[in-house]
Each structure stands twice: as structure tokens, then as C-alpha cells.
């Protein structure tokens, strides 16, 4: 069976990655299971193969999807802040 996944590093601290898993929550992954020079903001495309003898991860830095990450961030801040007076 062949599932693929998205991860994005979330923060990286003390040799060890926070990765958001598909946006359904989040994990602790030591930081040498992954691609030289991935760094916090990077998304990883994950193809994981799982058979009755082993499970192989293969992550690879996904450009594109990292690009369209930092941007929805970027814009994210620059969003101006909710009126405090504004009644829902």
C-alpha cells in the first residue's frame, strides 16, 4: 500500500522538528531524518509504501508547496488586526 502525506516543519529546536502532519495535528521528528537543509516553513511532500515486511518513508522538500506556505503566512501578518469594538 502507497499513501503520500504533507508535513510542514513548524519549528525546529534542539535537533528535533515539530512537523504539522496534513494539517491534522502535530509530531516530534529528530531533525536528521530529514533533508540536509530543510528548514522551519518548509513543507515535505511524504510517500510512505507499507508491506507485511517493512515501511519506507521517503521525504522530499516540496518547493512549490513551500513557496505557497510562506506566502499565506506573510499574508497572514500583514492582515490588519479585528476591531475590538466590533460587536458579532
Known sequence: ???????EIDAIEESVARVDVDGQGTMHVP???LPRGVREGDVLAVHHEVTS???VLRLERDAAATERARRAAADYKRAPAPDPDMRL
Open 31 to 33: 531533525q536528521w531524518m
Open 53 to 55: 515486511e517493512h515501511s
Open 1 to 7: 500500500m502507497r499513501k503520500q502525506h504533507r508535513w
